[in-house]
Structures are given as structure tokens and as C-alpha cells.
């Protein structure tokens, strides 16, 4: 099962599920309007998507952790949240909006399960000499999810109407559900008796491993900053586009470029025979990530072009390089919960980000980029004052002893 099939069969579930995921959210902005009439629909079934993503892993992760075969876990999260993307699609101007917008709520809780909770099984299907490498190769599924995603939703909405291109974003997911189910279970020399410990004793230890391994707290904290530069950045790109290229749909061109720009870093690195340590890349990307909006912020064509070559060229790396310290910290009965704690996170600050930023943004574009540069510096503070090395801390009590 860990062989070259199997490592094919994961990427290609991943890259399925991935970019129906980064499909359903263009293709929710187009249809909510459409069957409902109000401009606003669209955005309210995302952002109850989103919040619900951020809630959800902890808990997700909690379960993953606790099956005997997580895959069958994972492809059942899949399914119900293609079942949600559906009623939410069925439910559109049939029924009043707040339950269609708590059918989203719903099937945002297992949004952690296409990024987080897939990315934590990798080392049951990789092995170790080729973790590396994986991790790179699971990394740039994201890349090309936000590459094609956003562009299909626009070509089939185009072709077909909005509601097909969820329709679309549907199928991948459903695509991926064979992938997922294959995953294999974790592997034990005896039987495992029934968890005794409670869910909320098990979502602390999860909590505590992330805090006391001082490498992936650094890393957790200075990702989760650098999400709040991004997101802040998102929302900068369209009025980039129509400032300096004439047309804010020229932004999303620019956010295509981004995706692939993070495609091509990540297959250079995966190719490198030593690539450098995870963390110095973490760092590296944060670094990148601060310069890239000041240099945007010039107003010029080809700073702009630059801006976003730089934000690419960070951001595929320094995914990737989140992805291998949690593999190389995470203790093995935590991991989908150190995994899928850290996705929620992460959309957290990606949310805020975007969220502060947008007003920012239609005040003062330069201020609102100097803030998402002041983020992703703020995310190189962090990382820098937390320092490799920590005293020795007590070890996480066994199963049962929590």
C-alpha cells in the first residue's frame, strides 16, 4: 500500500478534493446571487463556511486520531461535505437563507478534513527516506488546486451558469472519496482497546503537544501570522489590478500567477537532493512574504509582476515547509490533531486578515499593503524570539493518564 500506486492514488484524491474546495468558493459568490437574488448571499454562505473550518479542526483531528482506519473517517468527511455543498445548492431561493447559511456552517466544520486531516496520513503512505519529497509533492496540490479551482468555477459559470459550477466543485470531491477510503490504517503490533479518555481531554493534549514542542509552536505561531498577511494581501490584489493594470479583474489573473509561481518553487525544491532545513525555509517565506506588498505598493507594472512572483515563490515553500516540521514534531497518536488544529488556525488568520484588510483597503491601498508587509514581519519577529532549543519540558502522559 505504500508504494507508487498508493503515493499517486493520495496526490490524486488530494489534488480531486483540493480543487473542489478551492472551486465551491468562487462558484458559491456566483450562484448565491443568482438563486437568490441578493448580492450579498454569496459572501454570507462563504463566511459561514470559513468560521465553521476554524472550529471544526480541533475536533476532526480528535476523531482521526482516535480511528482505527482514518481513511474511511476521511472519505466519509468528504462525502458529507459534498452533501452539504448539495443541499446548500438545493436549498438556495427554495429556502429561507439562514438555513441554506447554517447548512453552511455545517459543512464548513469538516472543511479541515481536505487540507489538514489529508496531509496528516501522508506518512502511512510515504516512506520515511521519501517524506521529504512527498510533503513537497502534497504541498503543490494546494498550488494547483488554487490555480485551477478558481478558474474552472469561472469557465463552467460561463459555459453553464453558476449553479453547474458548483455542480463541478461537487464531482471533485466526490472524485477523491476512492483515495481517501484506500488510505492505509495505522499500523499496531496488538489490538488497541476502546480511548478512556474524554474528547476534551484528548483535544488538550493535542493543544499542549503543539505548545511544548517548541520547533512547532514556532512554526504554528509564525504561520498563523503570516496567514494574517495573506489574507490582507488577497484583498489588495483586485484594486492592484485595476490601479496599475487597468482592470480589477486583471487580480485575479495576478492570483493565478501567485499559484503558479508557488507551483514552480515547490517543484524546484522537491527536486533538490539536500534541500535546506524546513525551518529556515519557514522563515525564508516570511521574509519574502514582508517584502513582496512594499514592493507592489510602488504602483509600478513591473514591481507589481515582481510583487506577485515573490509571494508565489514564498508561499508554495513555505507550505511545504510547515507540512514537514509538523510531520517531523507531531507525536504520532496527536497528529491529524496537531494537523487539523493548525489548518483552523490558519484560516482563522487568513479570515482576519482579509477581514481587516478589505476596509483598509478601499481607504488606503499603500496603508493596507504596508499593514499585510507589517504582518508577515511581525510573523519573522516571532520566529526569530523563539528560539530552536528550549529547556526540557516534562513528556506528554500516555493514553489514559490525561
Not at 462558484?27 to 459561514?48: D, E, M, N
Not at 517548541?214 to 498577511?229: E, H, N, W, Y
Not at 490533531?337 to 478601499?362: C, E, H, M, N, R
Request: aromatic share 4%; glycine share 12%.
Amino acid at each position: 500500500m505504500t508504494g507508487r500506486y498508493m503515493m499517486g492514488c493520495y496526490l490524486g484524491g488530494a489534488a480531486a478534493a483540493r480543487t473542489g474546495d478551492e472551486m465551491s468558493g468562487p462558484a458559491l459568490l456566483l450562484a448565491g446571487p443568482v438563486l437568490t437574488g441578493s448580492p450579498s448571499s454569496g459572501s454570507a454562505l462563504l463566511a459561514g463556511i470559513m468560521a465553521a473550518a476554524a472550529v471544526g479542526g480541533p475536533l476532526f483531528g480528535v476523531l482521526l486520531d482516535r480511528s482505527a482506519r482514518p481513511g474511511r473517517l476521511l472519505a466519509a468527511a468528504l462525502a458529507l461535505y459534498a452533501a452539504g455543498l448539495a443541499a446548500i445548492l438545493l436549498g438556495l431561493g427554495r429556502v429561507p437563507f439562514t438555513l441554506t447559511v447554517l447548512l453552511a456552517v455545517g459543512a464548513g466544520l469538516l472543511g479541515p478534513a481536505l487540507s489538514g486531516g489529508w496531509t496528516s496520513q501522508l506518512p502511512r503512505v510515504a516512506p520515511l527516506p521519501d517524506l521529504p519529497r512527498a510533503t513537497a509533492l502534497d504541498a503543490m496540490t494546494f498550488s494547483l488546486a488554487a490555480l485551477v479551482g478558481p478558474a474552472l468555477a469561472g469557465a463552467v459559470a460561463g459555459a453553464a451558469g453558476a449553479p453547474a459550477a458548483l455542480v463541478v466543485s461537487i464531482a471533485l470531491i466526490g472524485l477523491a472519496l476512492p483515495a481517501a477510503w484506500a488510505l492505509p490504517a495505522p499500523a499496531r503490533s496488538a489490538p488497541v482497546p476502546p480511548p478512556v479518555t474524554s474528547v476534551v481531554a484528548d483535544l488538550t493534549a493535542g493543544l499542549r503537544a503543539i505548545v511544548r514542542s517548541r520547533p512547532l509552536a514556532r512554526a504554528t505561531a509564525t504561520s498563523v501570522l503570516s496567514c494574517v498577511g495573506q489574507g490582507a494581501l488577497l484583498t489588495c490584489w483586485p484594486p492592484l489590478g485595476a490601479a496599475v493594470l487597468g482592470s480589477a479583474d486583471h487580480g485575479a489573473l495576478l492570483l493565478s500567477a501567485i499559484a503558479a509561481s508557488a507551483l514552480v518553487a515547490n517543484a524546484v525544491l522537491s527536486r533538490r537532493p539536500r534541500p535546506p532545513r524546513p525551518d529556515t525555509v519557514l522563515l525564508g517565506g516570511a521574509l519574502l512574504l514582508a517584502l513582496a506588498p512594499l514592493v507592489a505598493a510602488t504602483g509600478h507594472p513591473a514591481a507589481l509582476i515582481a510583487a506577485v512572483l515573490l509571494t508565489g515563490a514564498a508561499e508554495g515553500p513555505q507550505l511545504t515547509a510547515l507540512f514537514a516540521i509538523r510531520h517531523r514534531e507531531a507525536p504520532e497518536r496527536l497528529r491529524g490533531q496537531v494537523f487539523t488544529t493548525g489548518a483552523s488556525l490558519k484560516i482563522t488568520g487568513f479570515a482576519l486578515g482579509a477581514a481587516l484588510a478589505g476596509p483598509l483597503a478601499t481607504w488606503s491601498l499603500p496603508v493596507a499593503l504596508v499593514a499585510a508587509g507589517g504582518c508577515e514581519a511581525l510573523a519573522v519577529l516571532v520566529f526569530v524570539c523563539l528560539p530552536d532549543t528550549a529547556e526540557a519540558v516534562a513528556p506528554l502522559p500516555p493514553p489514559g493518564a490525561v
